[in-house]
Every structure is written in C-alpha cells, then in structure tokens.
C-alpha cells in the first residue's frame, strides 16, 4: 500500500475543523469520503494538525495510505473532481512509510489577518477580523518579537487543551501591514497549543489598541498566568499557511 502526502488548501467556513466529527462537516471527513468514493474503500486520512472551526489553509498536509499505486497528477485531479470547491488537493507524492503527516513536521507556519480603523467589510467577514479602532503595528510588532525562542507557553493554552507539554520553539513572530488597513501576524514554531495562536492574536490586539503594554507578553510567558491573557481572537482570520519536513 503506497503512501501519499496531500497538500491541501482550503476555506473552513462552513467546516468544524479539520478532525472528523459524527454529524458534522469537517476537513478530513470530507477527504475520506472523496477517498471512499474514488477507490472504494475507507481510508484514514492523517493531517499534520488540526484546525479548528472555520479556520482557513494555504498549505495543510496529510498522508494516506491507498491501496494501489496511482500517478501523483491523476490522483490530485481525481480528488480534486469528487472535493467541494472549497477544498483543493494542491499536490500530491509517494513518500516513504516512515513519513509521517504529524510527527515528522519540524516547522508550521500561520499567519492571522486584521483589518483595522476601517468600516467592516460584509465580504470579508470570514477572512479576516475586524476592528474599528486603529491599531499600534510597532508595539504589537515589539510584543510579538518576545516570543521568538524556546518557552514556555502555558499562558496561552486553551482550557481542555489536553496535557501535551506547553514548550515550544518560535522561529518567528512579526506583526506588519499587508496593505493600508490590513494587518498581518505571521509566526513559525516547532509545533502550536490548541489556539496558541489565536491567544496571542488576542493579547496583541490588546497591546495594539493602547488597553495593555508591550512588557504583558513577557509577563504572560514568565508566568503562565492564563488570567493575563486577552480574549481569543476569532478563527476566521486564521490561515495554516506551511508545513515543514526538513
């Protein structure tokens, strides 16, 4: 049984994350009934991670495992003919069986989109957050910087997050304008908390509307005082944008 690596894009609007759900629409429940349909037969389809609730991918990677050896071109444009439009195989390989979607990752990229000081958009609702308010880039870019390194981040672990230890390693967390109202954070890390980024997006949001001090991040990292923390920020302006094998 030859294994694939998929790598996916797709819209989680109208999804409940990416992990499969009993009556309910998700990324990878999708993807195996495409699978089931196309061969025949139920496979397991297993993502690097998982996204929750109508957050978006650029580049979200899987693996399964099929029971014939198909060409990678063929079997990227078979899926894509059975997936909704709002999910797209962007390419697929054979890989070794040592490969692994999850455990074999060494980096995951996200980035999270805010558009600010600006009336909000109806048609970019589910895209991006939106704020009112201007906000400070250069104090929220100086809060994001304090993460880069090795920490400890129980401050930001979500309550029913499991107990999967809380250190990780950011290789990069910057804040900066993608266009006149739309801000961007970007960050790269070994691997992320359940909605680690989301907490952060939170608390820099705060800093940026002048409501906390850059110095909190620290704090929050010191500490692992979760009270410190701001409100989540919302899913929709959350993209999985990379996984890294090497």
Not at 34 to 61: C, E, M, P, W, Y
Not at 64 to 71: K, R
Not at 84 to 103: C, L, N, Q, S, W
Request: a positive charge.
């Amino acid at each position: 049984m030859p294994r694939y690596k998929l790598t996916l894009a797709y819209d989680g609007t109208c999804y409940h994350g990416w992990q499969r759900q009993v009556g309910k629409r998700t990324i990878q429940g999708t993807l195996e009934e495409a699978i089931l349909d196309l061969f025949g037969n139920r496979v397991k389809v297993v993502g690097s991670g998982r996204t929750d609730a109508r957050v978006h991918a650029l580049g979200q990677a899987a693996h399964v495992d099929l029971s014939l050896f198909i060409h990678s071109p063929d079997l990227c444009a078979a899926l894509n003919s059975r997936l909704p439009g709002d999910i797209r195989v962007r390419e697929t390989e054979v890989v070794p069986k040592t490969f692994h979607a999850r455990y074999s990752a060494v980096k995951r990229t996200y980035c999270y989109l805010i558009r600010a000081a600006v009336e909000p958009s109806p048609f970019l609702r589910n895209y991006t957050h939106q704020v009112r308010f201007p906000l400070d880039s250069d104090a929220m870019n100086k809060a994001a910087a304090i993460l880069v390194g090795t920490h400890d981040f129980s401050a930001f672990r979500s309550t029913g997050g499991g107990n999967t230890l809380p250190t990780r390693k950011v290789f990069n967390s910057e804040v900066f304008f993608i266009s006149r109202h739309t801000l961007c954070y970007f960050i790269t890390a070994d691997a992320f908390l359940r909605k680690m980024v989301r907490g952060i997006v939170g608390t820099l949001l705060e800093i940026g509307a002048g409501k906390a001090d850059v110095s909190v991040m620290s704090r929050l990292l010191n500490t692992g005082d979760r009270t410190l923390m701001a409100t989540v920020a919302p899913p929709q302006g959350l993209y999985l944008v990379a996984v890294s094998y090497a």
